[in-house]
T-cell receptor, first 113, second 110 residues
Framework: GENVEQHPSTLSVQEGDSAVIKCTYS??????FPWYKQELGKRPQLIID?????GEKKDQRIAVTLNKTAKHFSLHITETQPEDSAVYFC????????????FGKGTMLLVSP | EAQVTQNPRYLITVTGKKLTVTCSQN?????MSWYRQDPGLGLRQIYY???????DKGDVPEGYKVSRKEKRNFPLILESPSPNQTSLYFC?????????FGSGTRLTVV
């Protein structure tokens, strides 16, 4: 099955800095890569996703890049703010339709004012 | 409002006492899934369902049961809970891409 590795496990930055979280996946057939943000005590929420036919996607301060050859994808957050502090999960999905998402173990991002 | 509703939010129970965590979605999604979240281990899938009467094991199914008699409901059943099932549980549904998660159920088994 699919295996997703996520790094780093914790990340501390100063407000205004950029933050990058990296994930690798094992199955070259995976074709969908979402990112979830989980604030303390809350449910994970989808913040951005990318499909395998796209190399980069951007939404305001958040961007995701995908390198299919190397089987890795990254989340980039620019101009970080304290409200960006949360746990971020990457995920990968094999196949199409209703195939299961396999999640990374998460990155705790702390943005200090 | 489109949502996934889980109940209860918090539950403390004793070893061996059967319990059910309910999950309901109002988005007509065919795919539903249960995950448990433990510190340092991320989200691990317990069971999933691609449609009514179709369920399959995830990565950590031992000690759990599910059923999918209706499209909207996907209850998680612990027939004989043990302390190692103390965890935060999330139900999720999907129309094919991203998941919508429920609010979570924090279960403590003593």
């Amino acid at each position: 099955g699919e295996n997703v590795e996520q790094h780093p496990s914790t990340l501390s930055v100063q407000e205004g800095d950029s933050a990058v979280i990296k994930c690798t996946y094992s199955d070259s057939a995976s074709n969908y890569f979402p990112w979830y943000k989980q604030e303390l005590g809350k449910r994970p929420q989808l913040i951005i996703d990318i499909r395998s036919n796209v190399g980069e996607k951007k939404d305001q301060r958040i961007a995701v890049t995908l390198n299919k050859t190397a089987k890795h994808f990254s989340l980039h957050i620019t101009e970080t703010q304290p409200e960006d502090s949360a746990v971020y999960f990457c995920a990968a999905r094999q196949g199409g339709g209703y195939s299961t998402l396999t999640f990374g173990k998460g990155t705790m991002l702390l943005v200090s004012p | 409002e489109a949502q996934v509703t889980q109940n209860p939010r918090y539950l403390i129970t004793v070893t061996g006492k059967k319990l059910t965590v309910t999950c309901s979605q109002n988005m007509n999604h065919e795919y539903m899934s249960w995950y448990r979240q433990d510190p340092g281990l991320g989200l691990r899938q317990i069971y999933y369902s691609m449609n009514v009467e179709v369920t399959d094991k995830g990565d950590v199914p031992e000690g759990y049961k599910v059923s999918r008699k209706e499209k909207r409901n996907f209850p998680l059943i612990l027939e004989s809970p043990s302390p190692n099932q103390t965890s935060l549980y999330f139900c999720a549904s999907s129309s094919g891409y991203g998941y919508t998660f429920g609010s979570g159920t924090r279960l403590t088994v003593v």
